[in-house]
Every structure is written in structure tokens, then in C-alpha cells.
């Protein structure tokens, strides 16, 4: 992906503002400080300008231009490129080997002249990064005098230029124009898909992705565990699944009784009806709407795959299962194929881009234009949308462009697979969506016959702390609910989140606990729900044979007599699968500042808040920091007894915003 190319100029002053020692609401403060308060909010609405008019995704509103406070720091531009140096010499690496096997024509010394390149970029790096900014230390122990500030300022703008020129060479280097003929001397294989992974280590989700027990575990632990739902009382009209056909796969059980005892589960992909199959290198693609049935068997508690259905007409298409048969076999690997092919592009379009990314940045965007810098609110939430602006700008303009990373690898035009991922952004439920409302709505809550589902599990404990977090900071501010019906400000945002941010569901915000909701969801949705469909990219869909985002054949008509070979063409060219590492291994690898880590974005990156109120040793700040180092605990400790460990939800691994 490429972080070149704005929507528009950037705006702004380059030094983020910090909150007050004593934020108030504005029916609190004296006529002076509240047109203090209007002006100021004024101002930043002359820099947070909306636009709905993005080429790439058209009717999102998104920001016109990235202000310039919204720039990363030093600190996430170190850690971009040395992952993006590992990335850039695996890729050469594999690159190189390609030219020994007489598949690519580049002479050898090309990509060893980029090997040194990246020595040399990584050198420039270090030492761009080595000397801290000036700092003076005043009376107060941490203010900048004016003119410091100005040296600092242009020292950091001159450095973040250069390390921007660094990243954009090595995006050169990792382009795969000059890989097209990987592969093309001997058949495709599952041990060539590995090979790509050369410098870096293989995920171990290479070795068990043909497992059953594996697929089945990836709906809830895998990068989508947002879709999975309990049947109800009957299975879908066109899913005619026989008593015969179920009990085959799950011994010991019939259909009645664990459809009566709400043991079934299903995927159903209809959503990516909306996808118009796309070509590259003038291959077609190929992407289906299956539907996936899963059992809790009798007695057990996970899940087991029973059968799929590669797409919503059973007419055309018959129902695959599990079978001992030989002759079976490998329609059942196609069938898995096929939902995985759908899982990818509902994880990457709905679940990921549209459902954090671009909401946060309507409620990021209504946040910076509404509520000024000394209110509470503004001071709980800003820390959580460090980056978003950014890092979206350059999914817009390069990731889900024409001819970027989505356009290659996933399986629809790209002009279809924009239309999704704007539909899914604009019929998002805020409140349908809140983590307790949405897992009871599927069916998956933990009363379900579901008890093995680790994302839910996980996230339930992250979901309380940050509620018990936002209940004790927002009971420093307002004393009643009539606090919160009074601020005008509060208001006038809630307001332009559900309206000019299109946030559906989202308010009215009435009460105390209609803000603590609200506040919850905004953090939880930035920091731990986008950490929990971010982070599986590296260690599931970087292997692109275990999942990715278009089919290169067509799905079997028949489960009997397909082949191993027919099994692997469904699966996309070498050079694309390098791509998909690339990005992705870049996606799930940046964790920057944790869930609880509040602190200014300006060097030398001090504590956040300032209200000794919240910062106090008894203070909901600390209670909020203890809870997270329990929590981080007591699921190190789940990961210990789980079969298969889930460390997504983790907090210290948990970053505080959508930055990458």
C-alpha cells in the first residue's frame, strides 16, 4: 500500500493539542471561555472539511485533506519500515530464486543491487531517527518554548519527508510487475506457497489449514468471527441438508435435535452477490456465495464443519460433506476453498474496511468539528483516532484503487468492490453492532450452545473494562443526565455522527448511560475490534492458500472424482500470493501503543490527560490500566489451555487506534 498521493493539501497546525488540567462542559464555563470554545471550534472545522465524494469509495464521508496533526510520529514511521525492510527482503529473496529456476528474466544483479539498497535505506533510517527533538525544560518541568517548538517542528516535518521518500522506494521494491513468472517451471504446489515465505517465518497455519478442526475453528477465532450465527428453528429454505447427509457427519446426533437444541451454526455470504467477478493477467476470477452449516456435536462444545453449499441455488449448486470416500475428498478441500475465498473478501470489505476503518473515521471526523479541546469527551476519544485519517487516506488512494493490492487480489472489479465496501460502511448499526447486542442478535452470546468461541470470550472481558473505564471518567463530568441533555456541544456532535457521518443507529445521546455506550463502542470498535480483525492478516491470510480473495477456476459441480490438481488451480498465481504476503504481513505486524497507553502524539510523547481527577492513583485511569493487565493475564492464561491460542484480544497487544 502506498502512503503517497493525498485526497487533498493537508491542513493545520503540525503540534496536536493536549487537553486542559480541567476540561468542563460549555454550560459550565464562563461566557469568555465559551467563546473561547466557539471559536475554536470554528477553526477546526476550516481544517476538518468532509467530502462524500472520494473517488475510491463515493458517499462515505470521509476527511477532504489530512490535517497536519494527524501526521504519525517518529516512533510509527520507525516501526513501518523496519517491517516494511523484512517484507521488501523476503520478497527480493524469493525474487532471486526465481531467476535461478530460469522463471523471471531480470538479470540477478537487479535484486541484489536492492538488497544493498535497503542496507542502505535501513542505515539512513537509523540515524533519521536516533536524535530526539530539542526539548526545554521550563519551570513546569515539559513545555517547549516557542522558538524550540518551530526547530522541532520543521526537524520532525524534514524527517517524516524523507522517511516517506524511504517507504515509497521500498513500495517500488515490493511491486510484483517482475515476479509475473513465478512458478512457471514447475506444477503448483502447496511447498511453492511456502517457499514464498524465504526470510520470514512460516506461519504455522501452512501446515493444519486442510484440517477440518482448523476450518471450523477460524469462524470463531480466525480473522472473521463477525458472521458466524445460530440457525434457529430451521434450516434455510435453500439449504435442503438431509437427516441422512447430517448424521453421516456427526455421529451420534440427528438433525431434529440439534436444531432443537440451537446446536447448528451457519455462514451465509448472499452479501457478495454485489461482487462482479473480476481478470488480472487475463485470468478470470472466480468468487461464490456459499452457505457453511457447523454442529456442536452432542456433549461437545466446538464446533465441527457438516456441510457447504457453494452458492445460494441449491438447483445449481448440490451440498458437500465430509467423507471418508477418496473420491470425495478433494471436492471437499474445493468446497472449504470456495467459503474461504468468501470469508476473505467479508473479512477485508465489510468486517475490516468498512465496519472500523471508515466508521471510525465519520465519529473521528464529528469529533474534531463539534467538540472543542477542553471538553472531556474530545480528551477521552482523540487518543483513539491517532492515525485513522492517515492510514485511510492511503487505503483510499492506493489499496482498494485500480490496479492496487484489492484490485489484484480479491475477486471482484474494482469499481464492484468499492460499491460493497461503501454499502457495508453506510448499513452499519452502531448500536445493533455493540459487541453484547450483536453476539446475542447471531445467536452466540455466552448462553449459546456455542462455548468454544474464543473472540467472543476475549472480547467480552476488553468490551467491560473499557465500559467500567468510560463510566468512571464520564461520572467525573457530568452529575446528571440533565448534564448531558444541556451540553450544547455533546448534542451538536451526536448530531452530525448520525447524520453527517451517515452513522445509522447511532443516539440519541439522552442519558449518562447512552454516553457510556456510545463512548464504549467508539474505542472498543477502534481499538480492540480492529486489533481482532487487523492481526489475524499475518498468521492466517498472509499464507494465501489457507485464505484469500478470489478463486482462479470454478467451483465443482460434483464432489466425486476432482483431484488434488484441480484443488490447486483453484488457487491464485504465485506472483499475487507474494503480493497478499506482502500486504498483509505488513497489515498484522505494526502494534503501536497499547489499549491504556494515553499519551501526546508531540515529542517527547508525555502523559495525555491532564485531570489529576483521572489521573490519580485511585482514579479511573489506573483502575482502567490494572483491569487491562488483569485481563492481558487471564487470557495468556486461557491461550495456555486452548487448543489452538488466541492472542488478538490480549490488550498489550491491543493497539489504542486504527493506524495501520
Known sequence: MSFQSPIAPRAGSLEAPVPPAEPTLPQQDTPAGQAARAAQIAQSQTVYVWSDEVATLPGVPL???????????????????????????????????????????????????????????????????????????????????????????????????????????????????????????????????????????????????????????????????????????????NFPLTEAAYAAVVNGDTLAAALAEGRLFMLDYAVLAALDPGSWGGLAKYVWQPLALFAVPPGGSSLVAVAIQCGQDPDEWPIFTPSVHASEHWGWEMAKLVVQVADGNYHELVAHLARTHLVIEGVAMATHRHLATVHPVWALLVPHFEGTLFINEAAATSLIAPDGPIDHIFAGTIHSTQELAVAARLDFDFTAKMLPHDLAARGVGPGSALADFPYRDDALLVWGAIHDWVRGYVGLYYASDADVTGDSELQAWAACVAGDAKVKGFG?????????????????????????????????MAFAPAVTGAGWQSAPATQSGQDKPGWLAMMPPMALALE?????????????????????????????????????????????????????????????????????????????????
Open 63 to 237: 476527511a477532504a485533506q489530512v490535517p497536519l496533526d494527524n501526521l504519525p510520529t517518529l516512533q510509527w514511521w520507525g516501526l513501518l519500515i523496519g517491517i516494511s525492510l523484512k517484507i521488501v527482503r523476503n520478497a527480493l529473496a524469493v525474487k532471486l530464486g526465481g531467476v535461478d529456476r530460469g522463471e523471471l528474466d531480470s538479470p540477478r544483479a537487479k535484486f541484489e543491487a536492492a538488497l544493498a539498497e535497503c542496507d542502505a535505506i535501513e542505515a539512513k533510517v537509523a540515524a533519521l531517527l536516533a536524535a530526539p527533538p530539542p526539548v526545554h525544560e521550563s519551570f513546569l518541568g515539559h513545555l517547549v518554548s516557542d522558538l524550540e517548538a518551530a526547530v522541532a517542528h520543521a526537524e520532525r516535518e524534514t524527517k517524516i519527508a524523507a522517511l516517506k521518500a524511504h517507504k515509497a522506494r521500498l513500495e517500488e521494491l515490493m511491486r510484483i510487475e517482475d515476479a509475473a513468472g513465478l512458478g512457471g517451471s514447475t506444477p503448483p504446489s502447496l511447498d511453492a506457497y511456502r517457499a514464498l515465505f524465504d526470510t520470514l517465518p512460516l506461519p504455522g497455519i501452512a501446515w493444519t489449514f486442510e484440517d477440518d478442526g482448523e476450518f471450523a475453528a477460524l469462524r470463531v477465532q480466525g480473522p472473521n468471527a463477525m458472521l458466524i450465527a445460530a440457525v434457529g428453528d430451521a434450516l434455510p429454505d
Open 580 to 660: 497478499q504476503l506482502n500486504v498483509l504481513e505488513l497489515l498484522g505486524s505494526l502494534h503501536y501503543r497499547p489499549l491504556g497507553d494515553y499519551r501526546s502524539t508531540n515529542a517527547p510523547y508525555g502523559p495525555w490527560f491532564a485531570d489529576p481527577r483521572v489521573t490519580a492513583p485511585e482514579g479511573p485511569l489506573a483502575g482502567f490500566q490494572a483491569r487491562l493487565a488483569s485481563i492481558d493475564a487471564q487470557i495468556a492464561a486461557r491461550n495456555a489451555e486452548r487448543l489452538r491460542p488466541y492472542p488478538y484480544l490480549q490488550p498489550s497487544l491491543i493497539p489504542s487506534s486504527i493506524n495501520i
Open 508 to 540: 440519541p445521546i439522552a442519558t449518562r448511560e447512552s454516553l457510556i455506550d456510545a463512548c464504549t463502542m467508539i474505542i472498543f470498535t477502534a481499538s480492540a475490534q480492529h486489533a481482532a480483525v487487523n492481526f489475524p492478516q499475518k498468521d492466517i
